[in-house]
DNA sequence: GTCTATATCTAGATAGAC
DNA sequence: GTCTATCTAGATATAGAC
């Protein structure tokens, strides 16, 4: 197995393993058995287990990044949501590790606690901001207080998609179609908030989309 | 310390490490120290940590069923919903430590696994029924596919507000201010499809509890 | 029923040869 | 850089006295 670089080898391998069976259930044996190397060797590597997990959660965060800058003075209609949602659950399900066990992770590495947290506030002023965007390109019309309880169910989709649609349909739905759902179920959640005409144009859109994926 | 059941004790001691530190970090020592008591004693009245963990589940099980109950007939008006999320929020607040690691949980518990996909369908049914009783109430319309889509958004908050809450606004909220605001949430999911003039009114209400919650 | 002492097992992590 | 062998810690669970 004449392979490049071993971190990187280690990194991969993990990260499958990870999403597989979920980041407990995988030791670091485990890691240097399917990696076909020597548990010394990938110690040799990474200090820790946990900074394989930091350092791949660092890689999410590079990627993901980019994907939630949304100024606060953007113009968006409606159907701008759905590449800006499509882009970031094909990330999520990259590493959807992450999103299976957070109140696990962030409780035994405290460094990802904080990392975590501020990530989540940068999404929820991302949804804010989409919001805001809509607004401005006069498509959405909604009261202050209600604006911020939608951003909150928006971030809750975001954030919980993926071990939702584990434990509802085990096996049943490959990943884009997971995706295709969540995603439908995020778009749902602001469409009645939309001004006509762009309300009933996007809904018929939405529902067009939904039954082509399924 | 004169006690009542021994049993009795180690469940609660139990409960109330799981809902602080979270299960897996809580180990069979730090029950027996907290309930005072030793190790070997707590492995007289229970054969594993999973056997507590279980009858635990079994004991929120027994007393959550009642709650999702609901008739496919029944005739709903929207301030209906309120006391029932209440009582079932209260009674998931009092476990919550089976909402913070569900995917660990179920992947460590394999009996607990089949439970809790169970309850979900349930609990999914549950607010099937329950819009359908808005519908059946002359208060709410929408269209079937929308429908589905709304209940399972219901459905993902309902499962995730706790992690959400702790995620979120660590410290900020205690349980009974983090309830309100998920409640609410809910209740907004569901607030612009009703009819006229049940919804300005619902709309109304709805402000007047955030707010003197706050 | 309850205790102390201990067995067992597993996972993360290290030492030292090659 | 990589290996084999091993250490260590901590967690579940058991044995046997009281």
Not at 147 to 156: E, G, M, V
């Amino acid at each position: 197995m004449a392979r490049r670089n071993t971190r990187e080898l280690i990194l991969e391998t993990s990260l499958g393993l990870f999403n597989e069976f979920g980041e407990p259930n995988v030791t670091t044996n485990h890691i240097a058995d399917e990696a076909d190397i020597s548990p010394g060797n990938l110690y040799y590597h990474f200090r820790s287990k946990n900074d394989i997990v930091l350092e791949l959660f660092k890689r999410f965060l590079v990627r993901f990044q980019p994907l939630i800058d949304i100024p606060e003075d953007v113009l968006l209609q409606p159907e701008d949501l759905w590449i800006q949602l499509h882009l970031s659950f094909e990330l999520k399900s990259e590493y959807r590790f992450i999103y299976r066990n957070m109140a696990d992770l962030t409780a035994r590495v405290p460094d990802l606690e904080r990392a975590l947290r501020g990530l989540l506030q940068r999404e929820r002023k991302a949804a804010w901001n989409s919001l805001t965007g809509l607004e401005q390109a006069g498509a959405l019309q909604i009261e202050k207080h209600e604006k911020q309880l939608l951003a909150d169910s928006i971030l809750l989709n975001l954030t919980y998609w993926i071990p939702f649609a584990e434990l509802t349909e085990p096996g049943r739905l490959d990943d884009s179609q997971a995706q295709v759902v969540a995603i439908a179920r995020v778009l749902q959640l602001v469409t009645p908030w939309l001004r006509q005409p762009q309300q009933d144009q996007f809904r018929t859109l939405a529902l067009a989309y939904l039954s082509h994926s399924s």
